[in-house]
């Protein structure tokens, strides 16, 4: 009843941007004496929280990311949520938590996206974007694993991450993670870690810092937020997955259909300076960042701190192309050759695709 009001009495505001508008429910679980309970549908509302609790202490954590579409679709659909669901799976064993039950992870996934099915903005590009993430809760100061812990999805209606082709610089001092920590992991330690180096950039008029490899800070690896392509030769060049990588979603996607569509997919070691030189001589002709949030984002500039600057060719088809193949497929505008959507009400379909998985 309480929640029926919040949602009858809600709007969504005229500016949405992303991830800055936060819906008014969310689905909260509890992990006690060894099992999860069931979760449920809460008001969105403040959580209270022992000071002393592992993640407040040593960021016992991991997240998720993905997103709902109600464009041309009936009833809202997810892109390939058992991905993240395995993903948070790997995380959470890597922060020494225990696996959300898929059960659990698929209705809180459905509950919310549900509830919410009224509010998700129909606009291309616009989406609701859910955030479900795992923590612990436990109070000790010792080093140790929370014995408590809470699962819970809010959600974000929200406009598209970037709406200009981004300008990264390259980051030669810090490292957000590394190979053996939880660099391939999906938890807020890496991205604490990348805040002084988005800071500065962004002080130097870029919107992002480009990784390099933690080891040899050789070969590009990622964004903060996001993997990278590269056009080079007219064949789709991206960083193999290293181990401190975030194997991402729609890096995944983007190259299934780019070899759907026969183009040629290399996954390898980019040393930066090699890249930088193709971008000159024009071997490489687009560089784009992709991922949940921004889809695909041209990368229109690399730079670095010392304020030199390449800059790429305007017009990335390639990135074009790709960006509506994949959003065509998300927003229901074309077939779905792979199954990658899955209706959000359907919670039998969410829990099969979850079973039985890597272990
Ligand atoms: C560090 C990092 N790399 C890449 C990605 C892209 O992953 P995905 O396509 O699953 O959103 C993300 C976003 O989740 C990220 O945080």
Redesign the pocket.
């Known amino acids: 009843m309480i929640l029926e009001e919040i949602l009858k009495g809600y709007s969504l505001p005229p500016k949405l941007g992303f991830g800055q508008t936060l819906a008014p429910v969310m689905f909260r679980a509890e992990y006690r004496d060894g099992s999860w309970d069931e979760g449920e549908l809460t008001p969105y509302a403040p959580i209270s929280i022992d000071p002393a609790a592992t993640v407040l202490q040593y960021a016992q954590q991991a997240f998720e ?2 997103k709902a579409y109600k464009v041309r679709q009936s009833s809202p659909a997810l892109f390939r949520p058992e ?2 669901y395995f ?1 948070l799976r790997q995380s959470s064993r890597r922060m020494c938590m225990p696996a959300v039950p898929r059960d659990v992870f698929a209705r809180g996934l459905s509950e919310v996206t549900m509830a919410l099915a009224d509010f998700i903005p129909g606009g291309s590009g616009q989406s609701l974007y859910l955030r479900p993430f795992l923590m612990g809760t436990g109070p000790c100061l010792s080093v140790k694993s929370s014995d408590a812990f809470t699962f819970l999805v809010i959600a974000s209606p929200s406009d598209t991450y970037f709406s200009q082709p981004i300008r990264v610089m390259v980051e030669r001092e810090d490292c ?1 993670a590394a190979v053996g920590g939880t660099g391939a992991d ?1 938890v807020g330690g ?2 604490a870690a990348s805040l002084q180096a988005t800071t500065a950039c962004i002080e130097l008029g870029f919107d992002q810092p480009l990784w390099l490899d933690p080891r040899e800070r050789c070969c590009i690896e ?6 990278l392509v590269a056009v080079v030769d007219g064949e789709l060049h991206t960083p193999r997955l290293s181990g401190s ?2 194997p ?4 995944v996607s983007l190259l299934e259909l780019a070899r759907h569509q026969g183009h040629t997919v290399v996954e390898r070691s980019i040393p930066i300076d090699e890249l930088l030189d193709d971008i000159r001589s024009g071997r490489c002709s687009e560089f784009f960042a ?4 921004a889809i695909v984002a041209p990368i229109s500039a690399v730079g670095e701190r010392d304020g030199s600057v390449v800059e790429l060719p305007k017009t990335g088809q390639m990135a074009a192309r790709l960006r509506s193949a994949i959003l065509d497929i998300q927003e229901g505008r074309s077939d779905d050759p792979f199954g990658w959507m899955v209706d959000a009400a359907d919670f039998e379909a969410l829990l099969f695709r979850m079973s039985p998985g890597p272990e």
């Open positions: 990311g993905l991905m993240n993903r957000r999906k890496n991205y990622e964004l903060s937020g996001m993997n990588i975030l991402g979603v729609t890096r992709c991922g949940t949030a």
